[in-house]
């Protein structure tokens, strides 16, 4: 909870920080908007960019962003992420 605010899922892997919100299927334009500042709120408070992440629960829609954010069908959400590529200029764990 941020703020007494609910938020998503926060993911955190080589490629950075995801904020996950789900719906089940339809969504509006100003769940974007709450998707964006809770991740700009959170990028504030991990010292990180956060990539805020809509998951649409009952549709199986391909990822796309709109208005900076990420769309997709919640069977497409684990293969993204995990596709997903360090930032450039991170510096590799493996050295």
């Known amino acids: ?5 609910r938020i998503g ?4 892997g080589p490629s950075g920080s995801y904020l ?16 964006r500042h809770h991740a700009a709120w959170l990028h504030g408070e991990v010292g990180g960019w956060v990539t805020p992440v809509l998951c649409l629960v009952q549709r ?15 069977d497409q959400l684990a293969g993204w992420l995990r596709a997903r590529t360090p930032p450039r200029g991170a510096r590799s764990s493996e050295g």
Do not use: Q
């Open 9 to 12: 899922t926060v993911v955190h």
């Open 20 to 35: 996950v919100e789900t719906r089940n299927r339809a969504y509006r334009v100003e769940h974007l908007g709450r998707a």
């Open 60 to 74: 199986d829609d391909r990822p796309h962003r709109r208005d900076g954010v990420w769309i997709m069908g919640v």
């Open 1 to 5: 909870s941020a703020h007494g605010r």
